[in-house]
């Protein structure tokens, strides 16, 4: 088995990044925004290699997720965004 410390830095570098933010500031929404590149590049590798066959469900949880609702989460309040 080939290992593939290129793509795997790639992948944990913005994770690390964005936990040394907690040495800085505890704000999860910022951890999450942070970290976020990893899952496009996670994605992309999922898709390019055909990983566990994600071209067969990744269309499928795009188009579910169009319909999990939108939501601010702050200082231990909910709103939910769009429309009232």
């Known amino acids: 088995?080939?290992?593939?410390?290129?793509?795997a830095?790639?992948?944990?570098?913005?994770?690390?990044?964005a936990l040394a933010?907690?040495?800085?500031?505890?704000d999860?929404?910022?951890?999450?925004?942070l970290a976020f590149p990893s899952?496009?590049?996670g994605v992309e590798y999922l898709l390019r290699t055909d990983?566990?066959?994600a071209r067969?469900?990744?269309p499928a949880v795009l188009a579910a997720n169009l319909f999990v609702p939108q939501v601010n989460v702050a200082?231990?309040?909910i709103d939910r965004m769009g429309p009232r």
């Open 39 to 41: 899952v496009l590049l």
């Open 51 to 53: 990983a566990w066959r």
């Open 75 to 77: 200082m231990g309040v």
């Open 9 to 17: 830095g790639r992948l944990l570098l913005p994770i690390g990044c």
């Open 21 to 26: 933010q907690l040495f800085l500031a505890y």
């Open 28 to 33: 999860v929404t910022r951890l999450a925004t």
């Open 1 to 7: 088995m080939q290992r593939k410390w290129g793509e």
């Open 56 to 58: 067969a469900w990744a």
